[in-house]
């Protein structure tokens, strides 16, 4: 059962527009949420994380909204940029319990093609 | 970059036979985890490390074996290879600082074909 949820496969949008990534959770313990960007060939980079307590964490063009209630989070790019043409992985982790503590859930990914 | 090395990069092996994948890191990092990369599955946590000689199963464990007897080397063993492990293998690390973000570091990856 998916404890963490990508919906959108693939995702375009033109270059200098906003990319909103999407993700959906079913787990109320889950303390962290991270996000993921992970190019052809590569491993996945850390991106940005916000905590369940916050609603929103910005860092430049990124932005990540969580809204609680609806077990929801986005991920906002502002402007959209060529290069940032890549898969971006929801991550959630849940709250420490015994050896399992800091373990990340992964999403599917979306991929997102930015067109100049 | 964190400085993680997974080898091989690329690795073909033939069924049943017995595999064996590295990841090293110079990061002094306690956690070291597997994940395995497949089409419409994202990543999936195979094994996971806590410290040396600690580790335990994660959510798709079946069909492999791992071990940590240095802080720094966490091997991935798979003891009869079958065409369902084809897969990219990804190892990363984390630290307690880390952990407070929950983020992972993950290294280059490696892709396995089992034929």
């Known amino acids: 059962d998916q404890q963490v949820k990508q919906n959108s496969p693939s995702l375009s949008v033109q270059e200098g527009r906003i990319s909103i990534l999407n993700c959906d959770y079913t787990?109320?313990?889950?303390?962290?949420f991270l996000w993921y960007k992970k190019y052809p060939a590569e491993g996945p980079t850390f991106l940005i994380s916000i905590s369940s307590i916050k609603d929103k964490n910005e860092d430049g063009r990124f932005t990540v909204f969580l809204n609680k209630s609806a077990k929801h989070l986005s991920l906002h790019i502002v402007p959209s940029q060529p290069g940032d043409s890549a898969v971006y992985f929801c991550?959630?982790?849940?709250?420490?319990?015994?050896?399992?503590?800091?373990?990340?859930?992964f999403g599917k990914g979306t991929k997102l093609s930015v067109k100049p | 970059d964190a400085g993680i090395t997974q080898s091989p990069r690329h690795k073909v092996t033939e069924t049943g036979t017995p595999v064996t994948l590295r990841c090293h890191q110079t990061e002094n990092h306690r956690y070291m985890y597997w994940y395995r990369q497949d089409p419409g599955h994202g990543l999936r946590l195979i094994h996971y490390?806590?410290?040396?000689?600690?580790?335990d199963k994660g959510e798709v464990s079946d069909g492999y074996s791992v071990s940590r007897s240095k802080t720094e080397d966490f091997l991935l063993t798979l003891e009869s290879a079958t065409s369902s492990q084809t897969s990219v293998y990804f190892c990363?690390?984390?630290?307690?600082?880390?952990?407070?973000?929950?983020?992972?570091?993950f290294g280059q990856g490696t892709r396995l074909t089992v034929v």
């Open positions: 990363a690390i984390s630290e307690v600082r880390d952990r407070g973000k929950g983020a992972h570091f």
């Open positions: 991550a959630a982790r849940k709250m420490n319990y015994g050896g399992s503590q800091g373990n990340l859930i």
């Open positions: 787990n109320s313990m889950f303390d962290y």
């Open positions: 490390s806590y410290g040396v000689k600690d580790t």
